[in-house]
């Protein structure tokens, strides 16, 4: 099933189906919106039946409003020519010019004063209507209305204002005709939106499926790593400027479209081939932005695929450490002076130095007045030079003798120099200097000997070794052998290829700490090289009874020599079968601290480890005084010496009975 969910197939017929779905739902769109604009009038506003449908409701209003109109203009009017002298005429001049007269039946009574356009004797022959409104105003002001609608405000109110005592009889009902036509006109536009939204609806749900499935199963694997696209080493800037340009830009232009539409009437086909062509580009290339902004939030690359975040943040860094910097930098020199100050020469120096610029400003001022303090002056700075010159000359010279040493040549002295303060300083350097040689050459010399001494004793065992282990082997297959024999055979075969095995160790530690070993440094992948290790030791492991927990980053690389480090590791895992309590765990891990590769092996041990954790990896030391397993305490002492020519460091740690190896290696990159 994982595999289907995380397939690249899959993944690309969800994009597509996504596609797919907004260029469906756009064009359902503008079909409804070109459907309903081709309509004469728009009679349907979202109503739910017919019988509330606001279009009729506006019609039934229509004599009301023009009553009003007709009291406001007569009151409020100077000129009576155009609205008749009465209130009456006014009336029936507004009634006359009612536009929906063809649509409406109504009857008005204003005193005694009757207005209809269908000939009613009262008002109860129109409320016998499907539509009809009856609002009416007694001589006490109170306002009554009956309808069929839900509309119970009336701009009958606002009449009030002109006249209170008049009473007033306004009822007015559509025709039947008209209502027909306008119910089929509704049903059609009803049906236009619900269609509409129903094909809307249906491809909103599509689209949002398929776009929560691809931003769940985008930058994964059915095995669950996170993998990138090239098009994710695009900015995010980039992703975010399409999203919002093509996206926001097609919607724009899209109401643009059928606006125009609206107004000029356009082609039908040429406006769904448009709009057919936008929907499609702008999902396409914001779905692809959005995937691609997902994909490096999954792989914790936002920060690095984002100009802005790199900006700001180099440069929060860079304030930080100025900050810093420049705080440590106080610090610094405020400590330096007091304790300059605290010392018998720093403060004679400080109190020279005040004097001196005391003496200079007195010289400064008195200049002014006379040219003999400006000479004056002038002999005081000679002089402050010239004592000056002298210390650092000496100091020029203490600094030669510091660079000597530090190349190597310890045997150079300071010459003498003419500060008493300086003279001291390098004499006590020189007999520094004097010692460090002879120690050096002392710890050089026995070094070299006793590496010389171990490496021409291995090599000159390795023939007679060679030749035991040759005879042994010859002895074995000798027919007839006594079991007493064969016993004693087993025995020098086993010490011999255990005293082969001393010498080898012996042979390849020496070579090491006298610098004659190649090193060549490669890539290495450590995950790799743990589980090769294990799969040598296969068979020991599986013998020892011991539970291996092994967490090892992927893609977690070094700079090493594969084969010295190919023997630490197999030594460590042999020094773990040989000294690791029975019936318990070993963790094995890998992973990336602060930009180095830390490797880590932990075991119980099975005997009390009371010796010093900087002991145990020197030669010859063993962990186990009894010395009941085998081994020749080089193990540990080959594995820290091969990691440190691989630039790496090794460290043992002993917490209790847990015994932890730690190497560490600047990660490759």
Request: charged share 25%; hydrophobic share 40%.
């Amino acid at each position: 099933m994982k595999k289907f969910i995380y397939s690249n197939y899959t993944k690309f017929i969800a994009a597509v189906l996504f596609v797919i779905s907004v260029v469906l739902g756009t064009l359902g769109v503008t079909i409804g919106i070109e459907g309903y604009c081709n309509e004469k009038s728009f009679i349907y506003d979202l109503e739910s039946d017919f019988n509330d449908v606001q279009y009729l409701s506006d019609l039934l209003e229509d004599v009301e409003s023009e009553i009003f109109i007709a009291f406001r203009n007569f009151n409020l009017s100077e000129d009576k020519n155009d609205i008749g002298d009465t209130i009456e005429q006014s009336i029936e001049k507004r009634l006359n010019n009612l536009r929906s007269a063809d649509k409406i039946n109504y009857y008005v009574r204003y005193n005694n004063t009757v207005f209809t356009n269908c000939g009613a004797a009262s008002e109860n022959e129109l409320i016998t209507s499907q539509f009809y409104r009856l609002v009416s105003k007694n001589e006490n002001g109170n306002i009554e209305i009956k309808s069929n609608q839900k509309r119970y405000y009336t701009i009958f109110d606002e009449i009030l204002s002109f006249d209170k005592k008049t009473p007033i009889i306004a009822c007015t009902s559509i025709k039947e005709t008209y209502v027909n036509e306008c119910r089929t006109i509704w049903d059609r536009q009803a049906a236009i939106v619900r269609d509409t939204f129903v094909t809307l609806l249906v491809c909103i749900v599509v689209s949002l499926f398929t776009f929560v499935y691809l931003l769940c199963v985008c930058g994964k694997t059915k095995d669950g790593e996170h993998k990138l696209m090239w098009l994710d080493n695009i900015w995010t800037e980039i992703h975010l400027a399409f999203i919002v340009g093509i996206g926001g830009g097609a919607a724009v232009g899209y109401v643009l479209l059928i606006d125009e539409f609206v107004s000029w009437g356009y082609s039908h086909n040429l406006l769904n081939v448009i709009t057919t062509f936008l929907a499609a580009i702008a999902s396409t290339v914001v779905l692809t932005s959005l995937l691609s902004i997902v994909r490096n939030i999954k792989c914790k690359r936002f920060v690095e695929s984002s100009i802005i975040f790199r900006v700001v943040r180099w440069f929060v860094k860079k304030t930080f450490f100025l900050s810093k910097l420049v705080c440590k930098k106080i610090r610094k020199g405020v400590r330096l002076f007091w304790k300059t100050l605290s010392k018998k020469m720093g403060a004679l120096l400080v109190g020279m130095l005040l004097v001196y610029t005391s003496l200079i400003g007195i010289f400064s001022v008195g200049a002014e007045h006379s040219p003999l303090w400006l000479a004056l002056g002038i002999l005081l700075f000679g002089f402050a030079s010239l004592v000056i010159a002298f210390r650092v000359r000496d100091i020029e010279e203490i600094r030669k003798g510091i660079s000597e040493v530090r190349n190597g040549n310890v045997s150079y002295k300071i010459p003498e120099l003419k500060c008493e303060d300086m003279k001291v300083l390098a004499a006590n350097f020189n007999d520094i200097a004097k010692g460090l040689d002879e120690s050096v050459s002392a710890k050089v010399k026995a070094e070299r000997l006793k590496t010389e001494l171990i490496t021409n004793v291995s090599h000159d065992l390795k023939t007679p070794i060679t030749s035991i282990i040759n005879y042994v082997e010859l002895l074995s297959k000798i027919d007839g052998l006594p079991e007493e024999a064969k016993d004693y055979i087993s025995v020098v075969a086993k010490k011999s290829e255990r005293l082969k095995n001393l010498t080898q160790d012996l042979f390849d530690i020496s070579k090491v700490q006298s610098g004659n070993e190649a090193v060549v440094l490669e890539k290495i992948d450590v995950s790799l090289l743990i589980n090769q290790s294990l799969g040598e030791n296969d068979n020991e492991i599986q013998k020892s009874g011991l539970s291996f927990c092994v967490n090892a980053s992927k893609e977690l690389y070094i700079s090493a020599d594969g084969r010295k480090m190919s023997r630490v590791i197999s030594n460590l895992i042999s020094n773990i079968l040989k000294y690791t309590m029975k019936n318990t765990r070993v963790f094995i891990t890998a992973c990336e601290r602060d930009s180095e590769v830390i490797i880590e092996f932990k075991n119980i041990a099975s005997y009390p480890m009371n010796f010093d954790a900087d002991e145990i990896v020197g030669r010859f030391v063993r962990g186990d005084e009894s010395r009941t397993a085998d081994g020749n305490g080089l193990g540990l002492a080959i594995a820290k010496s091969y990691t440190e020519i691989c630039n790496g460091n090794f460290e043992v740690v002993i917490d209790g009975d847990m015994f932890k190896a730690i190497l560490k290696f600047e990660k490759y990159i």
